[in-house]
């Protein structure tokens, strides 16, 4: 079973539920997390993980030939990510770091003067727990990470996904925990999942961006569920609203506590009922 750990909010907790319900799912089940947010994966951190590096990501690259390129500047009209810039009566020239390898500009080109190089722009990790709660032979972590300074988060989240769907037979719960907001890497991770936990928290920012993820859910067809943290702070009734509005369940109030900032910062996933139950709820789903 596939389950995304989403929100469209920054800092509303999707890490620290998806670390702690990973956690939980492996004192009885094979469990694959992984952290798709490749910007700034930080599960590892959570769960006092020494990644190992599996593998480079790798996408096209354009080389331009000079004896072939007309300076016709298809290359460049095509190119959405504006990585190919073209000055009249000059050769095409790549800003590289722009470039998402979509390949585009090898089709377009009339005179065949672009040929196919590749660049290396993040890799995947892959470790267990240390921490002694008996589940680190359960659990495998498996995350992405881009390149300082390059643009194409999607090709880096796809990689790291399809790395852990060669693991998956092994296995009985992946979790996904994607990146905030609905942009593209966030659609990438998302994709194929056969539930969506729509992790928020009840203020008005937070309101705002569950709107949006469960508009991008309905659009992907993918079913959600909300889970409500810092269920205690805040006012509930904003989330209650657009709980309505989509005819969504909130199916767990996670409270704000003491405790788990200190398990957090030392590293350790928390543990409370309502994770429990999120567990209990999600092995009745399986």
């Known amino acids: 079973m596939k389950i995304a750990i989403t929100g469209g909010k920054g800092g509303t907790g999707k890490s620290t539920i998806a670390t702690a319900l990973a956690a939980e799912l492996a004192k009885k089940h094979r469990i694959i997390l992984v952290d798709a947010d490749v910007e700034c994966p930080d599960d590892h951190i959570i769960l006092s993980i020494d990644r190992e590096k599996i593998r480079e990501v790798e996408i096209f690259l354009p080389e331009f030939d000079k004896q072939r390129c007309l300076k016709c500047g298809e290359c460049s009209q095509i190119c959405k990510e504006n990585a190919i810039i073209l000055i009249k009566n000059n050769f095409p020239f790549l800003v590289d770091k722009q470039c998402n390898g979509c390949g585009a500009c090898l089709l377009a080109c009339p005179n065949r003067a672009i040929s196919e190089d590749m660049q290396t722009i993040g890799c995947i990790y892959q470790g267990k727990p240390?921490?002694?709660?008996?589940?680190?032979?359960?659990?495998?972590?498996?995350?992405?990470?881009?390149?300082?300074?390059?643009?194409s988060t999607s090709p880096v989240v796809k990689a790291t996904l399809d790395y852990a769907f060669e693991l998956e037979d092994d296995y009985d719960f992946l979790l996904i925990d994607t990146a905030a907001g609905t942009h593209c890497n966030v659609s990438t991770a998302l994709m194929d999942s056969d539930l969506a936990l729509a992790v928020a928290e009840p203020t008005p920012f937070g309101k705002h961006d569950l709107d949006l993820i469960l508009k991008l859910?309905?659009?992907?067809?993918?079913?959600?569920?909300?889970i409500l943290n810092k269920s205690d702070i805040g006012d509930i009734d904003l989330i209650k609203e657009i709980q309505s509005n989509h005819g969504?369940?909130?199916?767990?109030?996670?409270?704000?506590?003491?405790?788990?900032?200190?398990?957090?910062?030392?590293?350790?996933?928390?543990?409370?009922?309502?994770?429990?139950?999120?567990?209990?709820?999600?092995?009745?789903r399986s």
């Open 130 to 151: 240390v921490f002694d709660t008996g589940i680190a032979e359960n659990l495998i972590l498996i995350s992405g990470e881009i390149y300082v300074g390059l643009e």
């Open 217 to 226: 859910l309905e659009l992907l067809k993918i079913q959600p569920v909300i």
């Open 248 to 284: 969504i369940a909130i199916t767990s109030k996670v409270p704000y506590t003491k405790t788990f900032l200190e398990n957090y910062s030392k590293g350790i996933p928390i543990t409370h009922k309502e994770i429990s139950e999120i567990a209990q709820f999600l092995e009745n």
